[in-house]
């Protein structure tokens, strides 16, 4: 799987990619449907001491350990995992893979995306990079903020 998302500008400057939208604090998010391997229920993580709120801990994932992070909290929002029955995102950065918890999952679905202005109230109170933010979209009536995991994972994984 590729470590980063490449989202061309196409004509009229929306892309259309499939996307697996998800809530964090009653917001809609997506991430890039090739870039999320697995969709889980909760799993029990092992905390690691001295590490913050936005790491979940370990878990043994089929044999494999991978860390797992509260995407809730990585985006500036509320704790995923203590939302009841909440979701975690299996995703694959380089060699290592790693586990995003989320309040739940919307819709795997395809939908164009446009770019969002700085102003722009889906950004609002989002603490996550620039070079994050692939744009906005729309799917069932509502409007999602399309993330490219890269930049999020690489910030956690320092």
């Not at 799917?139 to 993330?147: I, R, S």
Request: some cysteine; aromatic content about 6%.
């Amino acid at each position: 799987m590729a470590s980063s998302v490449a989202v061309p500008e196409g004509a009229g400057r929306q892309t259309v990619l499939q996307w697996v939208v998800f809530h964090c604090t009653g917001r809609a998010f997506a991430f890039p449907l090739r870039t999320v391997r697995e969709i889980i229920r909760p799993q029990r993580f092992v905390r690691l001491p001295g590490t913050g709120p936005v790491v979940c801990g370990l878990a043994s994932l089929r044999g494999s350990i991978v860390t797992g992070f509260d995407l809730g909290i990585a985006l500036g929002l509320s704790p995923s995992r203590e939302v009841p029955d909440h979701r975690l995102l299996i995703l694959e950065q380089g060699e290592r893979r790693v586990v995003f918890a989320v309040d739940g999952v919307k819709v795997v679905a395809t939908a164009p995306i446009r770019k969002a202005g700085p102003r722009s109230r889906a950004l609002q109170k989002l603490r996550v990079p620039a070079e994050a933010i692939l744009g906005v979209g729309r799917v069932d009536g509502g409007e999602f903020v399309a993330l490219d995991p890269a930049p999020i994972l690489r910030g956690l994984l320092r």
